[in-house]
Nanobody, 117 residues
């Protein structure tokens, strides 16, 4: 069973930066698209950004220009660099990975990001 382990969450002041990473392990196949989602209290989980294995990216309008997603295929790891953070970025951030050619998807346990002064 594929495991996704996120790291890098924490508390940051508005306008600050934070980086997240997510490593996939126990996989015997190549990971397909990887992405970051977030869920704030009382809200539905929403897409933040995703990146294909070939490097094509897509961002939510709310983070465009502030967040950057990247990946290292050799390490089965995806990253999210978050700049100019705002209080409304506060949420639990989840990593997701897809298995190519299937409907299988895998989720991490989530990491808390809090933007507050």
């Amino acid at each position: 069973q594929v495991q996704l382990v996120e790291s890098g969450g924490g508390l940051v002041q508005p306008g600050g930066s934070l980086g997240l990473s997510c490593a996939a392990s126990r996989t015997i196949f190549s990971i397909g698209t990887m992405g970051w989602y977030r869920q704030a209290p009382g809200k539905q989980r929403e897409l933040v950004a995703y990146i294909s294995r070939g490097g094509n990216t897509n961002y939510a309008d709310s983070v465009q220009g502030r967040f950057t997603i990247s990946r290292d295929n050799a390490k089965n790891t995806v990253y999210l660099q978050m700049n100019s953070l705002r209080p409304d970025d506060t949420a639990v951030y989840y990593c997701k990975a897809d298995r190519p050619g299937t409907s299988n998807e895998y989720w991490g346990q989530g990491t808390q990001v809090t933007v507050s002064s």
